[in-house]
Antibody, heavy 119, light 111 residues
């Protein structure tokens, strides 16, 4: 069974940093591209970042480019999101999401971790 | 960059059927999309991948009541024999070379 378990969320002040983690199991992690997708309170889904299976290709939404860094450790079956210079508008539930074998769309979601940016 | 347009809300009666629409922007009518369901207070759940031809592949455990179809730039999610647990937000998603795109979501109310 595919499982994605996020951790690392919490309350942080504007300008602060946070590192999210996603532990993957139930599939060959090193064979799949992965994504971070967020959802602000009461809002829709917003794609944040993607990373290919071997980390060769990395992409970011314009809203986080230059502030967030996605990475992965295939030996540890783990995905990460380093978030710096956090803003109030980054407040959201952050989901780890696996891309399907074509790499085109999400086919599994984690349960999410809440990040709150507030003074 | 593709844009996905969804109606903000829809409603239908228990036991009836409903067809939700996701419309691809001009120049992107051939794109493959995915449908996701998000029940209140829960994480999203993948429902299916849907091609422009109307061919679709559902995720593990998705009931037979859920089906997909396509017409031009429109991608549809049909839910038959509506159950109370189908009351949820439904999002479509697509992909371009460097990013994922989500529609704004449709909130489905089961009457």
């Amino acid at each position: 069974e595919v499982q994605l378990v996020e951790s690392g969320g919490g309350l942080v002040k504007p300008g602060g940093s946070l590192r999210l983690s996603c532990a993957a199991s139930g599939f060959t992690f090193s064979s799949y591209s992965m994504n971070w997708v967020r959802q602000a309170p009461g809002k829709g889904l917003e794609w944040v970042s993607s990373i290919s299976s071997s980390s060769s290709y990395i992409y970011y939404a314009d809203s986080v480019k230059g502030r967030f860094t996605i990475s992965r450790d295939n030996a540890k079956n783990s995905l990460y999101l380093q978030m710096n210079s956090l803003r109030a508008e980054d407040t959201a539930v952050y989901y780890c999401a696996r891309a399907d074998s074509s790499g085109m769309t999400v086919d599994y979601w984690g349960q999410g971790t809440l990040v709150t940016v507030s003074s | 960059q593709p844009v996905l347009t969804q109606s903000s809300s829809a409603s239908a009666s228990l036991g009836s059927s409903v067809k939700l629409t996701c419309t691809l922007s001009s120049g992107h009518s051939s794109y493959i999309i995915a449908w996701h369901q998000q029940q209140p207070g829960k994480a999203p759940r993948y429902l299916m991948k849907l091609e422009g031809s109307g061919s679709y592949n559902k995720g593990s455990g998705v009931p037979d009541r859920f089906s997909g179809s396509s017409s031009g730039a429109d991608r549809y999610l049909t839910i038959s024999n509506l159950q109370s647990e189908d009351e949820a937000d439904y999002y479509c998603e697509t992909w371009d070379s460097n990013f994922q795109v989500f529609g704004g979501g449709t909130k489905l109310t089961v009457l």
